[in-house]
């Protein structure tokens, strides 16, 4: 049996299984790509509900794993040089897919997923999250919309970019994969945010469709409710 005891997080969410992943998260855009990555991998894993209240994400404990207070992160106990504690999305869907040989590819088909896995965490992640917050939440309230303009542009670009590169393809780089994990999660928080018509979410057949095969995927269906919200 695996030996925790040096992550403190497990005082506050304790393992029932210590030997196998401990992922905690919330099934937020970024917090799906874990729990998708997981279930379309196959390995075995514990998912802990760790919310978005400062009572979780700035508890010491969850900060022990993640000091930039963030979800998702995990635990395996079976690391290469012993267990691992690891926060940030896109660095848990590369060490998850070099572990298991899944979805990353080889060769220049790695280098394209990864160029497409920064190109959301860098863009795609960011200012889509900013237009929500603009646009949905309290932002919207702002008398001045140069904000909201500038990440509504700004998401509107990064659909452009997507359609174009996706036009006569199924995947963004080549076979499924971690790009794929990352992106599709943030394009179906647009609905979240009320604001596909705003980005002319139609007009992008491309991107709609392909946002469509991602959702038929039966691990995708599984870890979009990973952890359960209630």
């Known amino acids: 049996m695996a030996d925790l005891s040096q992550f403190p997080i497990t005082q506050k969410w304790p393992a029932q299984d210590p030997s196998v992943i401990q992922l905690y998260s919330f099934p937020t855009p970024n917090g799906v790509k874990a729990s998708i990555m997981l279930e379309e991998t196959g390995l075995p894993y514990e998912a802990h509900k760790v919310t978005l209240a400062d009572a979780d994400v700035k508890s010491d404990a969850f900060l022990s794993l993640n000091p930039n207070n963030k979800i998702p992160a995990i635990i ?8 691992v504690g690891l ?8 060490y998850l897919a070099e572990k298991t040989g899944k979805f990353l590819g080889n060769g220049s088909d790695k280098a394209k997923a990864i160029q497409w896995l920064m190109f959301q965490m860098g863009g795609v992640g960011p200012m889509f999250g900013q237009l929500g917050f603009f646009w949905k939440f309290a932002g919207s309230e ?9 990440y509504l542009d700004e998401s509107k670009r990064l659909m452009a970019v997507l359609e ?14 971690i790009a794929d994990i990352a992106i599709a999660p943030w394009l179906r928080a647009l609905d979240f945010y009320g604001a596909k018509e705003a980005v002319g979410w139609s007009d992008h057949g491309n991107v709609v469709a392909y946002l469509d095969r991602f959702l038929e995927r039966p691990a995708v269906q599984r870890g979009l409710n990973i952890p359960p919200r209630d």
């Open 76 to 83: 395996d106990p079976d690391g290469p040089d012993g267990p």
């Open 87 to 94: 926060f940030e999305s896109g660095a848990i869907l590369i």
């Open 142 to 150: 702002w008398e001045d919309k140069r904000p909201q303009e500038r």
């Open 164 to 177: 174009k590169e996706l036009d006569g393809k199924e995947w963004v780089a080549g076979d499924y994969s």
